[in-house]
């Protein structure tokens, strides 16, 4: 209702001038004793010399049933966009909806790859740490790196003839 409004008052401010050129269809121009051109729709106070008068052209008569039937038109296509307009907005609403949901599922989805990730980790412990076959010392060291205590070795290469130490 306030678009058709709106509209109204647009053609309104739109006809006015045409209603006001319309009562004294002439307009005046003539150049001061400083040089301006004026142009104006009444007559100078002073007399000019160069004053010239302009004929406007008159409106063509406008036809009340025509101006209604394009007001109607266009007060169709205002509603038909408003329509759209709140389409679109109820569109967003359900987009943001959506969003809001898929978020909280990659949430969700994320907690349970990761509680199943934990899960992975606290798996028994193997065999080898608490089997009674594996000697205690062994299990304890399972999983230390060990190196080799003492001396490098050396390695002989036998060739014949040759017999030489390679250290490392």
């Known amino acids: 209702m306030n678009r058709l409004l709106a509209s109204s008052l647009a053609v309104c401010a739109l006809l006015l001038p045409a209603l ?24 100078p106070k002073q007399a000019a010399a ?30 038909a966009l408003q329509k759209l307009v709140d389409t ?21 989805l994320a907690a349970v790859q990761q509680e199943a990730y934990d899960d992975q980790r606290e798996s028994p412990p193997l065999i080898y740490s608490t089997s009674a076959f594996i000697p205690h010392a062994f299990r304890r060291d399972l999983y230390v790196f060990h190196r080799p205590s003492g001396p490098p070795l050396q390695m002989r290469i036998r060739t014949p003839g040759l017999s030489m130490p390679l250290k490392h």
């Open 50 to 79: 160069d004053m010239q008068t302009l004929d406007i052209p008159l409106f063509p008569p406008q036809d009340p049933a025509e101006i209604a039937a394009r007001e109607a038109a266009l007060a169709a296509q205002v509603a």
């Open 20 to 43: 006001a050129i319309a009562g004294n269809p002439q307009m005046f121009k003539w150049t001061d004793a400083q040089g301006v051109v004026h142009y104006s729709d009444q007559p």
């Open 88 to 108: 679109q907005a109820a569109q967003q609403g359900q987009a943001r909806a959506l969003a809001e949901k898929e978020s909280q599922l990659q949430a969700a």
